[in-house]
């Protein structure tokens, strides 16, 4: 089988919502969520499922970054708790005047909010194993 690793650069709606469904019931660690407000960076990684491929039980490490994110805020996630996993569902988006925004789902009624003047959201695998 030939092994290959996804890059993603989204910089519209479609490009974010291919993304999103790569990324659907993903696994994320609240302790490996990072938002760096001096850098304008948001990042998140994932142990995801490869969703485009044949072998669907192939799990893959991936990272989401998105550049340009002027705020960040979560609902009902203790990012202290480091023994917290999330599922994402789903990544939305918004245009409310001059800003974006997205809205990171997860399973049990968790949100992570980012706004930005631009969507510019960067995805790429990093390993892949047949573990899941």
Request: aromatic share 6%.
């Amino acid at each position: 089988m030939k092994k290959y690793l996804s890059k993603i650069i989204a910089q519209d709606e479609r490009g974010l919502q291919m993304i999103s469904a790569l990324c659907s019931e993903a696994k994320v660690k609240a302790e490996e969520i990072r938002y760096l407000p001096k850098n304008s960076i948001f990042l998140l990684s994932l142990k995801r499922l490869s969703v485009e491929t044949e072998n669907k039980n192939l799990s893959i490490n991936s990272i989401l970054k998105f550049d340009f994110v002027n705020s960040c805020r979560s609902k009902n996630i203790n990012i202290s708790n480091k023994d917290l996993e999330l599922q994402l569902l789903n990544i939305n988006i918004y245009k409310n005047k001059e800003q974006f925004e997205i809205s990171l789902i997860f399973d049990k009624n968790r949100i992570i909010e980012l706004k930005s003047e631009i969507i510019e959201c960067n995805f790429e695998d990093q390993n892949q194993s047949n573990a899941t």
